[in-house]
Each structure stands twice: as structure tokens, then as C-alpha cells.
T-cell receptor, first 116, second 113 residues
Framework: GDSVTQMEGPVTLSEEAFLTINCTYT??????LFWYVQYPGEGLQLLLK?????DKGSNKGFEATYRKETTSFHLEKGSVQVSDSAVYFC???????????????FGSGTRLQVQP | DSGVTQTPKHLITATGQRVTLRCSPR?????VYWYQQSLDQGLQFLIQ???????AKGNILERFSAQQFPDLHSELNLSSLELGDSALYFC????????????FGPGTRLTVT
């Protein structure tokens, strides 16, 4: 079955540092890939997405490129802020039968702590 | 604000009891998904409804059931509750049954004592 593997957290960085959170996936078909962010006490928010190989998703300074050859979708940001402290989830959704895209399969989440 | 609402925000109940969680999707969205977030299992898909009909099932226990009503709101029913059912339950909605983007509600935190 489908699966998503994320790097373990927590990741602790100083403000303005470069961020990379690794994500690799296993899927049988052609999944769409997503990064969601969860701030303390809140639901998940879609951060960015990519629907086919070599697509780059970007939003709020975050970027991730869909790499089919390495089955990866690593999240990067050039300069993190304290306000980026949250839990980040990598997820995939694969085309499935008469239901269209299947529900999301999530990674375990990576907690990011940014210190001033 | 995603536009998805969930009630109640918190729920504390005893083992063996039954509870109902409610979700209202974004205006115009026809699909509703339920997810469970727990420390040991992470985020898991439970069930999907599209325009009133069940469309997909994930790791949903037989003690759990859901439905989507004509006004498109959905309810998740959890019965014979066990301590291990304590978790955050999220509802998400999307425009179609196969739409890429899902919008999540704030969640209901269930504590079973």
C-alpha cells in the first residue's frame, strides 16, 4: 500500500536558518503530493502541492519539488521565522477507481521549532 | 479559517459510552472525509462521503460509523468507546469526490476515561 516517510523531529533551528524536511513516498500509481502544516491547537492547513513529476509547489517562502526518480518531496525554506514553528506533514493522494483521488496518506509529521 | 466547522471542540466521556461528532463542510463542497490523529497511530483516514453516499473506507473500526445528510453536514458516531479511542478527530472537505485539495476543520478532541 501507499506510505509516506518523513524525517524524525523535532527540528530546532535559529531564526533565518535554512530548512529542509525530508519526505519520501511509496505509491503504486501517480500520486499527487502535499505538505500540510499544523499550528498548535489548530487543524491542518494546506501549505503546497504538486500533481506530477518535476512540478514545484511553493507558498509563503516554502518550496518542494516532486522527484519521481527518487520518490521524494522534500520541503525547503531559505530563511525560517519563529512564526514557522509548527508540525509539518507530508502526504500523498493517489488516483483510485470510481472514487477519483483517494483520501490522503500522511507521514508521521515533523515538529519544527524556530528559536529567536 | 478553512470554512469547515466541527463541534464539539472537546469531549470527555467514559468507556463504553457513545458519542457523535459533527462536521459542516465548506460551502459548496460535496465530499467529507474523517481522519483520526493519535500519538501512536498518527493521522489515519477513516471514511469518505460524497453527496450523501459512502465513497471510501480506511481504517475505521466496526464500532464507528458515519453518515452525510442532505444538507451535506456529516456526523461520525463512535460507540462502545475504549481508552484507545482517545484522539483528535478531524473532518475535511473538498469540492468533488476526486478533488486534490482538502480543507480541514479545527478538530474534536475526544478523551475517554
Amino acid at each position: 500500500g501507499d506510505s509516506v516517510t518523513q524525517m524524525e523531529g523535532p527540528v530546532t533551528l535559529s531564526e533565518e536558518a535554512f530548512l529542509t524536511i525530508n519526505c519520501t513516498y511509496t505509491a503504486t500509481g501517480y500520486p499527487s503530493l502535499f505538505w500540510y502544516v499544523q499550528y498548535p491547537g489548530e487543524g491542518l492547513q494546506l501549505l503546497l502541492k504538486a500533481t506530477k513529476a518535476d512540478d514545484k509547489g511553493s507558498n509563503k517562502g516554502f518550496e518542494a519539488t516532486y522527484r519521481k526518480e527518487t520518490t521524494s518531496f522534500h520541503l525547503e525554506k531559505g530563511s525560517v521565522q519563529v512564526s514557522d514553528s509548527a508540525v509539518y506533514f507530508c502526504a500523498l493522494s493517489e488516483l483510485g477507481g470510481d472514487t477519483g483521488r483517494r483520501a490522503l496518506t500522511f507521514g508521521s509529521g515533523t515538529r519544527l521549532q524556530v528559536q529567536p | 479559517d478553512s470554512g469547515v466547522t466541527q463541534t464539539p471542540k472537546h469531549l470527555i466521556t467514559a468507556t463504553g459510552q457513545r458519542v457523535t461528532l459533527r462536521c459542516s463542510p465548506r460551502s459548496g463542497d460535496l465530499s467529507v472525509y474523517w481522519y483520526q490523529q493519535s500519538l501512536d497511530q498518527g493521522l489515519q483516514f477513516l471514511i469518505q462521503y460524497y453527496n450523501g453516499e459512502e465513497r471510501a473506507k480506511g481504517n475505521i473500526l466496526e464500532r464507528f460509523s458515519a453518515q452525510q445528510f442532505p444538507d451535506l453536514h456529516s456526523e461520525l458516531n463512535l460507540s462502545s468507546l475504549e481508552l484507545g479511542d482517545s484522539a483528535l478527530y478531524f473532518c475535511a472537505s473538498s469540492a468533488g469526490q476526486g478533488a486534490y485539495e482538502q480543507y480541514f476543520g479545527p478538530g474534536t478532541r475526544l478523551t475517554v476515561t
